[in-house]
């Protein structure tokens, strides 16, 4: 196993890795617009990571430290409520194909679990890398987080769509303001 948590921070990564995910940075919605020095800046400072079909990725309620790009493979974000496991959504294979974002804008607790529904491949990049871009890009610094957080309002925004959409009919409780008042 080689998983995000065995490797060490910081190692000097093979070109080949630079050359991997650069084009892979590139498809992605939340590099949109960046300057491609940056994106040589981000595909140098990334880790490999792999987790095996049935593996655990993050644990809910552990703290968040990275974004977690999936190259290959699929993703089960759940989220643990009463003792059950719910799924929120599966990721891998489109221009989604991502998670922990907030992670590299701020120190929290992960609010959900990941866990390898395929084996999986994936490029990690740190808090800590992304405040050492930050540190040399300065001027970008506002754009990344405001991206960061409209893909992350864009997607609480489609799972809360996809809840409303598959409830059942007496799940409901609609909300009617009364002109009355």
């Not at 607790?109 to 050492?132: I, P, Q």
């Not at 960061?148 to 059942?168: A, C, K």
């Amino acid at each position: 196993m080689n998983s995000s948590r065995d490797t060490k921070p910081f190692e000097v990564p093979a070109r080949g890795l630079i050359d991997e995910a650069l084009p892979f940075l590139q498809r992605l919605p939340i590099f949109t617009d960046t300057p491609y020095d940056l994106l040589k800046l981000y595909a140098y400072l990334a880790e490999k990571a792999h987790f095996r079909k049935g593996e655990l990725i993050q644990q809910q309620g552990e703290p968040a430290g990275q974004l977690m790009l999936i190259m290959s493979g699929r993703v089960a974000i759940w989220q643990e409520h009463r003792g059950r496991r719910f799924l929120l959504m599966e990721l891998g294979d489109d221009s989604m194909s991502y998670f922990g974002e907030l992670a590299l804008i701020s120190e929290i607790d992960c609010y959900y679990g990941a866990s390898a529904l395929t084996d999986v491949e994936m490029l990690t990049f740190s808090r800590e890398s992304f405040h050492k871009v930050m540190e040399r890009f300065p001027g970008r610094y506002r754009q990344s987080v405001d991206r960061i957080i409209r893909l992350h309002i864009h997607r609480f925004v489609e799972q809360t769509n996809y809840l409303f959409d598959h409830l059942r009919d007496d799940a409901w409780r609609e909300f009617v303001l009364d002109d009355r008042a």
